[in-house]
Nanobody, 121 residues
């Protein structure tokens, strides 16, 4: 079973930075896509960013260059560097993996438990 565990969430003031991590137990297949999603209370899930095994990245428009997704294959770890955080970034952030899709509006098969990010004004 593929397991993902997020960490790095916390509370910061507007304009601050956080770096989220997601440790993956294993990749089921050599070709994969990993992504970060988020959900704020009362709002829909939003795809934030994705990266595939080739290192190709995709970002949601609302990120506007503030976030960077990366991975360290030697550590089986996915990262999301978040800079210039805004109150509207407040949400539960989840990492996910799939082997068929890499679209941020796609259906990913494996999910972590989430880590809370709270940005105060």
């Amino acid at each position: 079973q593929v397991q993902l565990v997020e960490s790095g969430g916390g509370s910061v003031q507007s304009g601050g930075s956080l770096k989220l991590s997601c440790v993956v137990s294993r990749h089921k297949y050599s070709e994969y896509c990993m992504a970060w999603f988020r959900q704020a209370p009362g709002k829909e899930y939003e795809g934030v960013a994705s990266i595939n095994n080739y290192g190709k990245t995709t970002y949601a428009d609302f990120v506007k260059g503030r976030f960077t997704i990366s991975q360290d294959n030697s550590k089986n770890t996915l990262y999301l560097q978040m800079n210039n955080l805004k109150p509207e970034d407040t949400a539960m952030y989840y990492c996910a993996e799939d082997y068929l899709v890499c679209e941020l509006d796609g259906i990913f098969g494996y999910w972590g438990q989430g880590t809370q990010v709270t940005v105060s004004s």
